[in-house]
Each structure stands twice: as structure tokens, then as C-alpha cells.
């Protein structure tokens, strides 16, 4: 496996985390932590050569473009935002179709005044959870780089979300590793009814996990945990979803249920918008609103 420390050329490319190590990787590997450190990896654009929307709206604009799969996908609509793979490689069945609700029962519960508190229902996507935003960009770079098999450790909703995107497209085969009992059964059936390979291990999830990751690199199979620098690239679009629906201008407060990793990388949405040089249609009324992720469970 090759590394090309601080000389990839490539407009995007794969980089490792840890600021002191900083190495970077081609597109074209399939990778699950750093050769070098061991660190996680992130995926990286320099965005001084690569095309974004002049405006913001552009964005918007995608929706009265329906029929065209790439502009339905609530994910690949800010494909300019994560191009890491050409148009037709995208792998998509839909997912991201989600908006910002506004809930005026737990704002009333949490004491927030009324049409102050939003929410974003990701479990609208087709696998009924939020999983399918980073799995459509996790499976779109298997099949950029000829995967023909996908695997995953999981609880319920990854290994439903990997099922179906396997299922559907008929791409690749689904292998689902899950710990004794430790699995929704709800979730387990619809990643049998999509025809997963489902292997039972003694042990919980993180058993599960270290299982998985043995065998995908034994045998070459693609690992699609979160482990996996692409599927956080699809999940950052459901912060770009949610500043398109409050037209762009930053909440001040973001309430992320999940990891500390995930908080990271949503954060890392609020300013990707700036990072990737697209001019804001208008300037920002809220310069001086507090930008915060705050973790919620
Ligand atoms: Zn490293």
C-alpha cells in the first residue's frame, strides 16, 4: 500500500487526521486509518482547483430539478461540496430527502420560545435512519474504486442502511457482522430481506468491530463503518440541509445526538460552505450568533 506523505497533487485525496502526521492517500485506496499513524482519515479538497456554485442558491435551484437523480439525492444535490467521485459513479437511491421541521412541543418542553426550535428528521431517508446520507458516499467510492463486496460491524440501522444500497443497486454483496443479541431485530430483518450475508459472533459490538476489520482486510472486502472517511462526507450534507432551510444564516445553537466524531465533522459543515469559496447570496445577518454543536445524548 503506497504513501504519499504531503505530495499528493490529486484536487481531492484522502488525509490523515493527526496534525502532526498529516499524511495523505490517493482516492483509489481503500482505507480505514493511517498507514503511517494509525490516525483516522478525513477527505480533503483543495478547493482552489475545483468548481463550486457561485451562489448559495444554486444549491436551491437543484429542487425544481426532480427527475435528475443527482439533484433528488438531499446528498448529492451539494455534490460540488463532496467531489470525490464523478457523477456517474454516484450511487444513490434517494436518500437526504429530509427538511427542518419547526416543533413547537419541544420547544414548549425545553423552554425555548415558540418557532425558535427546529428539527431535522433524518428518519425520512429510505432505511429509515440518518445512516444512508454516509452510506451513499461510502458505497458511491466503493464502486469508484470496483468493489464488489461491502461489510460492516452494527447494531441495527448500518447494517440496514449497507443491506439496502447493496440490494438495490446490485452492485455489491452485503456482509454484516453483530454480536450476540446486540442487534435491533427490526433492523436485522431488513437487512435480511435485502439479502445481506449476516454472520453471528460471540461478543458485543466492539468484538463485532475488531472481527470485521480483520476479514475485510484478510480478504479485500470494502469496511463501511464510520471508520470510513467517506461516509462522513455524506452525513456533513445533513448540516448543509439545515442551513439551506434557515436560508443560510447559522443557528445559535446545533443539539447533535451521537459521538464526539460526529460532532466534529457536522461542525466542520457549518464552515465547509466557506472553506469551499461559495459566496453567501447575501451577507450573514448573524455574524455575532454563537456557532455551537452541543451533545445531546
Ligand atoms: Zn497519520
Redesign the pocket.
Known amino acids: 500500500m503506497s504513501t504519499s506523505v504531503q505530495t499528493n497533487t490529486d484536487p481531492a485525496f484522502q488525509r490523515?487526521l493527526?496534525p502532526d502526521?498529516?499524511?495523505t492517500y490517493d482516492l483509489g485506496q481503500a482505507l480505514t486509518s493511517?498507514s503511517?499513524?494509525?490516525?483516522l482519515l478525513d477527505v480533503a479538497y483543495d478547493w482552489d482547483r475545483l468548481p463550486v456554485p457561485k451562489s448559495l442558491r444554486d444549491f436551491e435551484k437543484k429542487w425544481s430539478r426532480r427527475n435528475e437523480p443527482l439533484c433528488r439525492s438531499g446528498v448529492w444535490r451539494f455534490h460540488e461540496l463532496l467531489p470525490f467521485a464523478p457523477p456517474e459513479k454516484v450511487v444513490t437511491i434517494g436518500e437526504g430527502q429530509t427538511m427542518l421541521q419547526p416543533s413547537d412541543g419541544v420547544a414548549s418542553y425545553v423552554g425555548v420560545d415558540p418557532g425558535r426550535l427546529f428539527l431535522e428528521y433524518e428518519g425520512l431517508n429510505p432505511s429509515g435512519s440518518f445512516k444512508d446520507n454516509g452510506m451513499t458516499a461510502a458505497f458511491t467510492h466503493a464502486h469508484t474504486i470496483g468493489a464488489k463486496r461491502a461489510a460492516c460491524a452494527s447494531t441495527g440501522n448500518t447494517s440496514a442502511s449497507l443491506a439496502l444500497y447493496c440490494g438495490v443497486s446490485k452492485l455489491m454483496q452485503a456482509v454484516i457482522f453483530i454480536g450476540t443479541g446486540k442487534i435491533s431485530y427490526g433492523k436485522l430483518s431488513q437487512a435480511l430481506d435485502y439479502g445481506a450475508l449476516t454472520l453471528q459472533i460471540a461478543g458485543d459490538f466492539d468484538d463485532a468491530m475488531q472481527r470485521v476489520r480483520q476479514v475485510s482486510e484478510q480478504l479485500g472486502i470494502y469496511l463501511v463503518n464510520s471508520v470510513n472517511p467517506f461516509r462522513l462526507e455524506g452525513q456533513k450534507t445533513i448540516m448543509y440541509r439545515v442551513l439551506e432551510s434557515l436560508d443560510w444564516q447559522p443557528p445559535d445553537w446545533i443539539v447533535v445526538p451521537g459521538q464526539p466524531g460526529q460532532q466534529q465533522r457536522l461542525r466542520q459543515s457549518v464552515y465547509g460552505v466557506a472553506r469551499a469559496r461559495v459566496d453567501r447570496s447575501h451577507p450573514a445577518a448573524g455574524s455575532h450568533q454563537r456557532h455551537r454543536c452541543q451533545h445531546a445524548s
Do not use: Y
Not at 503511517?36 to 490516525?39: I, L
Open positions: 490523515c493527526a502526521c498529516a499524511a493511517c503511517e499513524c494509525g490516525g
